[in-house]
Nanobody, 125 residues
Framework: QVQLVESGGGLVQAGGSLRLSCSVSGLTFSSYAMGWFRQAPGKEREFVAAISRSGQSTSYADSVRGRFTISRDNVKNYTVYLQMSSLSPEDTAIYSC?????????????????WGQGTQVTVSS
């Protein structure tokens, strides 16, 4: 059974940092590109970041580039991370990770094969 479990969300003040984790089981982790998406109340889900199977290629939304960093551990923990810094209230959302069996990155949510339940990130002003 494939499981993607996010953790690390919480309440943080503007300007602060958080690191989200997405622990993956039930699949060959190194065969899957991984992505992070977010959805704020009343807004559509949006792409945040993606990383290739090897971790050598990454992609970011313009709104987070330079502030967020996606990374992955293909050896020990089978986990993808999202390090978030310089957070603002506009980053408040539910953050979800997703996995896609592919050699290339994709920013399209529906092209992913598996999704996690999400973790809430709230940034106070």
């Amino acid at each position: 059974q494939v499981q993607l479990v996010e953790s690390g969300g919480g309440l943080v003040q503007a300007g602060g940092s958080l690191r989200l984790s997405c622990s993956v089981s039930g699949l060959t982790f190194s065969s899957y590109a991984m992505g992070w998406f977010r959805q704020a109340p009343g807004k559509e889900r949006e792409f945040v970041a993606a990383i290739s199977r090897s971790g050598q290629s990454t992609s970011y939304a313009d709104s987070v580039r330079g502030r967020f960093t996606i990374s992955r551990d293909n050896v020990k923990n089978y986990t993808v991370y999202l390090q978030m810094s310089s957070l603002s209230p506009e980053d408040t959302a539910i953050y979800s990770c997703a996995a896609r069996y592919t050699v290339r990155l994709t920013v399209v949510y529906d092209e992913y094969d598996y999704w996690g339940q999400g973790t809430q990130v709230t940034v106070s002003s």
